[in-house]
């Protein structure tokens, strides 16, 4: 550890000292007193955290989030070739313990749709104070016809992932419409929302890009038939958003 100390000047220092916002000079010093961990990546200690597969043609977009006791969760996208000579992209998860570190062998599906018109893009993942996870992701219903939707699963820090609770968060039976760029994060109560940017025809025909929210009730889950805009300017298009809350359960979205 090496310790610091920071002194807040008072009136007799030669720099004037620090004022309030009426011109009051500090009277007499502040010191305050801190301590930094020290440390350094060790190279040698990198280490895979799933096996090696000789279906695995890529694995990419890894997100990793941390509780506050030092666990985390990592998601990442695989990509296989699968029977026909096409490609299969799946959303993998795998668990980090403060006190012995990975075990590739858990590596997980965290969804089970291996038909390849069902992609799994755009993967992002939020962890609350109690250690539970939920990852949101995009999946293609179609690629043929150009359609997508948001699709999200729930880590319980107790029983782990369940790939036969993935569920759609918003109900959109469009012929053609896009959702793209998902963000979640959680409040301190275990709430969640979720965003996302949607490509879709308006009233007259033309194509827009809105902002969609969803919310996750930590007792009930998610309601899909409760996706929502957040803001109805149909002139011009709104792109990647990004959301926090603060303490009390408040969002904002930018």
């Known amino acids: 550890l090496s310790k610091y100390v920071l002194t807040l000047a008072g009136e007799n220092d030669p720099s004037g000292g620090i004022f309030d916002l ?41 997100k990793i989030v941390l509780d506050g006791n030092g666990n985390g969760v990592a998601i990442w996208e695989k990509i296989e070739v699968d029977g026909s000579g096409g490609y299969v992209k799946s959303l993998f998860a795998n668990r980090y313990v403060a006190a012995s570190g990975w075990d590739m062998m858990k590596a997980e599906p965290i969804e089970l749709d291996d038909n390849p018109d069902h992609n799994v893009q755009d ?3 939020a962890m609350d104070s109690n ?32 790939p036969s609770a993935v569920e759609p968060i918003e109900i959109d039976n469009a012929p053609s419409h896009i959702d793209y760029s998902p963000q979640i994060a959680f409040d301190s109560n275990g709430n969640a929302i979720a965003l996302w940017s949607k490509l879709a025809l308006t ?32 002139t011009y298009g709104a792109y990647r958003p990004e959301l926090a809350f603060d303490g009390k359960g408040n969002a904002i979205a930018v």
């Open 22 to 62: 009426s011109g009051n000079s500090m009277q007499q010093d502040f010191n305050y007193n801190f301590d930094t961990r020290d440390g350094a990546w060790d190279a040698k200690a990198a280490e895979p955290i799933m096996p090696a597969s000789p279906t695995n043609f890529g694995l990419t977009y890894p």
């Open 123 to 125: 993967s992002r993942i």
């Open 131 to 162: 250690g539970n996870a939920i990852a949101v992701w995009i999946q293609y219903d179609s690629i043929r016809s150009n359609t997508s939707r948001i699709y999200a699963n729930r880590y319980d820090a107790v029983n782990g992932w369940d």
């Open 203 to 234: 009233a007259t025909g033309s194509l827009v890009t809105s902002i969609f929210a969803n919310k996750f009730d930590a007792t009930n889950g998610w309601d899909a038939t409760k996706a929502e805009p957040i803001e109805n300017d149909d």
